[in-house]
């Protein structure tokens, strides 16, 4: 029988499930920013293949806009991360006797 006590004792679950969906979010935000530069004559254009899939439904991309969040993302994801870092070392320190 095998007991969730990490999940009870500490906050890890919803952590590391914040961690999974900052990883979903800063592939989006990718994805977004690809298909911006892909549109673009220079830098960082890939080969023209047609029209990109959902560029029309979404309109112009602001790619400065797009950077921030990403930059936004990537603080909330090291923030969890090191929340995440904390509770397992508590958890370590509390099962140690210290």
Request: charged share 25%; net charge negative.
């Amino acid at each position: 029988m095998s007991i969730d006590f990490v999940g009870r004792t500490t906050m890890a679950n919803q952590l590391k499930a914040s961690l999974d969906v900052s990883v979903q979010r800063t592939r989006a935000i990718a994805d977004r920013v690809a298909r911006a530069t892909a549109q673009q004559q220079g830098g960082f254009s890939l080969p023209e293949t047609g029209a990109m899939p959902g560029s029309q439904e979404e309109g112009p991309i602001n790619i400065e806009s797009e950077m921030v969040s990403l930059a936004d993302e990537q603080l909330r994801f090291e923030t969890t991360a090191r929340l995440l870092k904390d509770a397992y070392q508590g958890l370590r320190e509390a099962l140690k006797g210290q």
